[in-house]
């Protein structure tokens, strides 16, 4: 089993940044990908982004040039940098890992584990 512990979170101006950390750990060697994603109030899961073990990324449309995804595999922690932040951000930001070796990591179906969630509310 893998356990996963968000912070990062709390509450910010539009156009302020915040970075979010995700702390694995349990049998995080068979950790493949790992993965952002957010809920806000009345809306499904939403997909942010993802990185492989090797280090690929991908993100959405809606973050893309804004949100930087990175992880640190010797720390076992994955980072999510989020800047030029706006209301359309707010939401619980949850992370996931996945086991090897899935083919798609922007869907919540293709990943294993998950945390709780950190809150991130932006301000206008």
């Known amino acids: 089993q893998v356990q996963l512990v968000e912070s990062g979170g709390g509450l910010v101006q539009a156009g302020g940044s915040l970075r979010l950390s995700c702390a694995a750990s349990?049998?995080?060697?068979?950790?493949?990908?790992m993965g952002w994603f957010r809920q806000a109030p009345g809306k499904e899961r939403e997909f942010v982004a993802a990185?492989?073990?090797?280090?690929?990324?991908t993100y959405a449309d809606s973050v893309k040039g804004r949100f930087t995804i990175s992880r640190d595999n010797a720390k076992n922690t994955l980072y999510l940098q989020m800047n030029s932040l706006n209301p359309e951000d707010t939401a619980v930001y949850c992370c996931?890992?996945?086991?090897?070796?899935?083919?798609?990591?922007?869907?919540?179906?293709?990943?294993?584990?998950w945390g709780q969630g950190t809150q991130v509310t932006v301000s206008s």
């Open positions: 996931a890992a996945t086991k090897p070796f899935r083919a798609i990591i922007t869907t919540p179906d293709g990943y294993d584990y």
């Open positions: 349990g049998r995080t060697f068979s950790i493949y990908a």
């Open positions: 990185i492989r073990r090797i280090g690929d990324s």
